[in-house]
């Protein structure tokens, strides 16, 4: 581009490239055809230059763009149009984008190496940015924000730079230029208080005004100050005198001091102010004072919310100056403190007051009289202050003193601040006297440590809750099965009992401590007093801060970044963490089982000897020797039993497992079963302790791990999750049989939470679902083992975000195939419906997983009573027995089809705007909407309108709608005959003439796309031709309810009811969750009304309950289950030469049935 530098757009540099692309086209004068289309009424000629511009535009835009953008706008040949895509393309929604750039700009930092240059350059070009977008940015603002954002070595500057709020941006520039300047350079020494005295400098050199550097005023140089002139006519004799005030009167110190804050970061050093609001004298260099005696409190600024400290106190001699109201005279100023950081002298004029010295009000200045009303000093009015001018008596610094101190402190800085002990070693060789209590400032800062923390082995405490410690790890991926991130640790000091709990979210920690609180403050009749954590928000916030404040518990929290402050949680992390990866490592098991190697460990370690402990942690705790022969090794192979009622008769009554720990509330262990994949607490347990149980979980791939790098560190920086309730099981530590069951406190991990039969389930390889109070577990499918996204995002982060991608364009490809919407400009004013992608896996005949995605509309969003009829009719499953019966007896063929995309095919009669797909956005562009010309799934009159549109075609065909059922279609000419039946897009077809089913069957192909199903199955039946006849079934749908409620190895019963069993239970009237009886009920009547009438009076008698169910009603109902289980393979059977349905479990009636089709 002739030498003109742009950059290539990338994506992320938009703003940089459009700057200087828009100076490029302006220098080739080419502008002007980017902001404006071709003008109307153009000669001949003009119209050409014009042509010629915008091409040369389009050709200089193109050619700066990366490979990716040149072939996402290579269609586009109008510089205007190309413009204004690339920057909707990269700005986005201008309200977003001027939010984000202001949120930048307020949280600008300075990178730790980043220049000063470098830093200046990026807040300006964030300033920049926001400016195109629309959202000003005053010079002051930018100034506040990248002063805001200094810190490292900038720190002392920029607390000075906020005080100064009139400079400009090139001044701060140049301030942190020479700052970066002094420490780069390696013989610059920096003397406290420098920044600030170099920060004046350079606000004289900038303002082109001339500083003194004697009293640091502008405007005049040294040999005409003022200052130094009165200064030098009294040095000569004047001889330095060391005076010690014995006298001083005894201060509080237990008052704080208070003073005010003044605007400016540095005075004159000569100048005092008169302060009316300052409790004492104070003075911020160690000149004005003949001796310092040190004492550090605190001094509290009036309007800013800080504090900064003072380090001494002492008398200060000065003299006034000589100037036209009165001649020069010493003053002394007792019991004045020395506050280092205070960035002015102030004479308190509560304190002179207290003396008894008069302060007079005279025109622009204030009179200060002592006591016999002799004129002491005058202080000026000078912008906004009354400042009076004072000269030290003394020119040399005073060193910190006590009064006992003599010539110690001195020896002390020549010989390198040395410690104490060699001081005193030194007195052969110096006179230097003796000093107990010397305490020397530079040798508290310089060679200050860490002080040691007490030893975490020490009790603290004197009974077991009096002082419990917390600490929160995670979080730990992989997540366990039970979708645990975290594990909490609760110590009890004094036992050294370890209490572990296992979290989904942070949030938890809340609801577990206040559930441990009230168990275990109930079992041992102890209560609570203190709990010691870390910095953490999980401990730290307002929901648990007022929890302990109303029980009483005493909250105590460690210093930040020491968390050795709270050693014995941390010690017990580590502890658990050290033992969890010798467990995983030596039983070579998933890394998923992370969760139970922890809570393995943590019994352990209740049972094994502490440092520091006499006793055991649970022989403290529950006050007797525990027995610990039931101790086993984790990972080994266990036997375990299967109860009868598992299991059929001839079925072995043992299996296979591997040992995880053991079971809380009840003597047993815990089990993981190999063949079903789930975890489950056994009493009758057989332990080869020298097998490992991993080596018979087939090919299961061993990761290579790290278990410390599965663990990130939550002190001090913790945030709240959403909100997420788990409830846990506890564990108990005491299977023996001969032993008293008592509860020890240990929680189990989340992987086991519902209990059915005995058993503890815990699905592998499956994501969890949130579940209900009740028993709830996933239908029998193929999703049991995937991860389905609920949404784009979802899916984008998903690792099978190809292949739903894909699902995704296959999708839209169909709609753009319907001309289902058009792109216009987004309305005005006008509803807008949004959209989603729904998506799902099928598994083909052949085994392989389909990828399925569905744009649906969020039709709820439409205008209420306006977009309305929403009535769409399916066949009823009478109808469809009918037909089947009627196939059986007239040998008639069944054919079983589906139409892709139904709702496509039908248009919509009303005006409906869709916001564009979720990921799609940019292929419809900004501003833009989809108008919807036929139907889409989502929107409530889509099913009418697909069901509207398939009758008008069949019509078309020649079928006629049966009067009975709106949903059968049936042609006939005497001998031949063709019957459809239709469920929304499935279509089921009978038909005795190959001929007449090819006819239709074509028909139907050329205006709707049909797939035919080579299974036959619909509406969830199973539909099987045989010689004799046709049968339905529904065992899929049988097994799916068995493994809902852990009934898929129950032991069956023959009949689903008996004579008098619901009179059988005990009339305790105990009611169960209606909710949870009616659903059972409910899918029950959907089995009986189908294929298993068998099941139709027992159904029939318990749904009678459905309004106050009670327990022995649920016992029955889980019969009809247990009877299922037995039955599942049974089918409904239509014979072919009696024509009446029957089930094959009963003795077949011969009866003839007359079947009359009302046309």
Known sequence: MDRISVPQLTGTNYFIWSLKMQAALSLKRLDSVTTQMKPEGLSEKDASEWQQKNSDAVAYIKLSLSDEQALQFAAENNAKILWDKIKSTFTGQTEDRKIDAGNELKNLQMNSNELANDYIARARGIATKCHSLGLEVSPRELVYYTVRGLKGKFAKVRDILKTQRDKSIDEVLEILREEETSFNSPSSTRAEGRSADVFYSRKSKNSGMRLCYVCRRPNHVAKDCFYRNQRESTTTSRRRKV??????????????????????????????????????????????????????KDVYLAGKDSKIICEGFGTVKAKTVSTKYGNPLNVTIENVSYVPQLRCNLLSVICLMDKGYKIKSDNNCVLIYDKSNKLITKAFKNNGRLELYFEPLYNSECYFSNPSNSNYDIWHSRLCHLNAKYMLKMKDYIDIDDVNDFKCETCDISKITRKPHPNIDVNQSSEILELIHADLCGPIQPESYGGAKYFMVLVDDFSGMYFTYFLKSKNEVFDIFSQFKAKYENLTDKRIKKLRTDNGLEFVNEQLDTYLANSGIFHEKTIPYNSESNGKAERANRILLERARSLLYESELPLKFWAETINFSTQVSNVTPRKGKEKIPLETWIGKKPKLNYLKKFGCVAYFHVPKIMRNKFDVPGRRGIMLGYARDRRGYRIYDIKNRKIIEERSIKFNESLKGSTYLGKTKVETWNIDSLFESTQDINEFDHKTKVNHLEISAEPAANENNYSIPFETPDDATNTVGGEIETPVDQIPVRRSERLKAKQMSTNLACNVPNSYLEAKNSADWQNWEFAMKNELDSLNKHKVWEIVDRPVKTKLVKSKWVYSLKQSDNGETKYKARLVVAGFNQIKNKDLESYSPVVNIESFRLLIALASKLNLMVRFFDVKTAYLYSDIEETVYMLPPPGFERLIGDEKVCKLKGSIYGLPQSGRNWYMKIKSELEKFGLTQLASDNCVFIKSDGQNMFLLCMHVDDLAIFCNNDEMYQDIVNSIISV???????????????????????????????????????????????????????????????????????????????????????????????????HKPEKRHYILAKRVLRYLMGTKDKKLFYDNNFGLAIGNWSTMMKYSLLIKIVI
């Open 1008 to 1106: 709707f796309e049909v797939h035919e199903n080579k299974t036959s199955k619909f509406l969830g039946m199973e539909i099987v031709k045989h010689k004799n006849g046709i049968s339905l079934s529904q065992s899929e749908y049988i097994e799916s309810l068995l493994v809902k409620y852990s009934l898929n190895e129950c032991k069956s019963v023959k009949t689903p009811i008996v004579k008098g069993e619901d009179k059988s239970f005990p009339p305790t009237n105990e009611l169960i969750d209606i909710t949870m009886y009616q659903e059972l009920i409910g899918e029950l009547l959907y089995l009986a009304n189908r294929t298993r009438p068998d099941i139709s009076f027992v159904t029939c008698y318990l749904s009678q309950f459905n």
């Open 243 to 296: 005076h010690r005030n014995n006298n001083s009167k005894e201060r509080n110190t237990a008052n704080p001091v208070f003073t005010a804050a003044p605007n400016e970061e540095s005075l004159c050093e000569n100048i005092w102010i008169l302060d009316s609001g300052a409790s004492c004298h104070m003075a911020k260099d160690r000149v004005w004072f003949e001796k310092i005696f040190p004492e550090r």
